[in-house]
């Protein structure tokens, strides 16, 4: 069974950094591409990054392409995003997912973790 358990959110203030960390277990993590979404309240979830299954492909929505950067370390089967000069519009519950299929590297995913709170305030 997939389990993806995030940590690393938080309280910070506009300009400030934060790192998250999407910890997975139950099959061979480095066969799956990984992403990070984010749900605002009261807004649709959207997407934030996405990588593939070896780190060699990576993708970026807009609001964020410049201060936030997505990597992964397949030793520890962990996702991981980098949060530079965040601005009060980043706060939302920031989610990890994972494909059920190997080698996809599309914006279908399947699995999901239960979030962790990014808040920053101005």
């Known amino acids: 069974q997939v389990q993806l358990v995030e940590s690393g959110g938080g309280s910070v203030q506009t300009g400030g950094s934060l790192r998250l960390s999407c910890a997975a277990s139950?099959?061979?993590?480095?066969?799956?591409?990984m992403a990070w979404f984010r749900q605002a309240p009261g807004k649709e979830r959207e997407f934030v990054a996405r990588?593939?299954?070896?780190?060699?492909?990576?993708s970026y929505a807009d609001s964020v392409k410049g201060r936030f950067t997505i990597s992964r370390d397949n030793t520890k089967n962990t996702l991981y995003l980098q949060m530079y000069s965040l601005r009060p519009e980043d706060t939302a519950l920031y989610y990890c997912a994972t494909t059920a299929s190997p080698y996809r590297y599309g914006m279908n995913y399947d699995y999901w973790g239960q979030g962790t709170q990014v808040t920053v305030s101005s």
């Open positions: 139950g099959r061979t993590f480095s066969s799956y591409s």
């Open positions: 990588i593939s299954w070896n780190g060699s492909l990576m």
